[in-house]
């Protein structure tokens, strides 16, 4: 079984500044990681996600996150962040070469400030 | 392309009436769940398929019920509603060929 904690149930930031959203999973086997975003109202959408390969990985708006598997972690950064990033993150885990059926951790509430 | 949708989008139950909560991709996902969202708890697994026929329980099952007769459908039957089932409720789908898992727009359900 897998699990996942994220650190901060709320992160409140000021526009342009820099984020860092924290995730750190548990699992006996191999994992695929993702980082899903839900804006209020809507589904949860996906950002990024980790299979395999170059421990970085980045989304088409800035998002990026880095593997660490040593540490097992999977942080969510953007060096500069907009009033539309305000959403709620979430970060979920499966097993490789399993049914693709996440685990996900309680969110994480980023809120940008002007 | 529908991609997953779930009806209804807000429901308002009697404590002890049943319902139940569809959700039809066309998608030709093998996998379906269902999960609830709760303040501070996250995405909670109540049920999940790896395809027609095959279901089973995910951490939070009590209380429901589910079938899957075919790739499309995966319908979450409520049997007698509790107040504790107020939530906000969520079907994906994912497969073999894409790690992705894809949501619908989720049910607002309470529970009186």
């Known amino acids: 079984a897998q699990s996942v904690t994220q650190l901060d149930s709320q992160v409140p930031v000021f526009e342009e500044a820099p984020v860092e959203l924290r995730c750190n999973y548990s699992?006996?086997?191999?994992?695929?990681l993702f980082w899903y975003v839900q804006y209020p109202n809507q589904g949860l959408q996906l950002l990024l996600k980790?299979?395999?390969?170059?421990?970085l990985v980045e989304s088409i708006n800035g998002f990026e996150a880095e593997f660490n598997k040593s540490q097992t972690s999977f942080h969510l950064r953007k060096p500069s962040v907009h009033i539309s990033d305000t959403a709620e993150y979430f970060c979920?885990?499966?097993?490789?070469?399993?049914?693709?059926?996440?685990?996900f951790g309680r969110g994480t509430s980023l809120i940008v400030h002007p | 392309n529908a991609g997953v949708t779930q009806t209804p989008k807000f429901q308002v139950l009697k404590t002890g009436q049943s319902m139940t909560l569809q959700c039809a991709q066309d998608?030709?996902?093998?996998?379906m769940s269902w999960y609830r969202q709760d303040p501070g708890m996250g995405l909670r697994l109540i049920h999940y398929?790896?395809?027609?026929?095959?279901?089973d329980q995910g951490e939070v099952p009590n209380g429901y019920n589910v079938s899957r007769s075919t790739t499309e459908d995966f319908p979450l039957r409520l049997l007698s509603a509790a107040p504790s089932q107020t939530s906000v409720y969520f079907c994906?789908?994912?497969?073999?060929?894409?790690?992705?898992?894809?949501f619908g727009q989720g049910t607002r359900l309470t529970v009186v």
């Open positions: 398929s790896v395809g027609a026929g095959i279901t």
């Open positions: 998608m030709n996902h093998e996998y």
């Open positions: 980790y299979l395999s390969g170059s421990t």
């Open positions: 994906a789908t994912s497969s073999w060929g894409n790690t992705e898992a894809f």
């Open positions: 699992s006996s086997v191999s994992v695929y």
């Open positions: 979920a885990v499966s097993a490789s070469g399993g049914s693709y059926i996440p685990t």
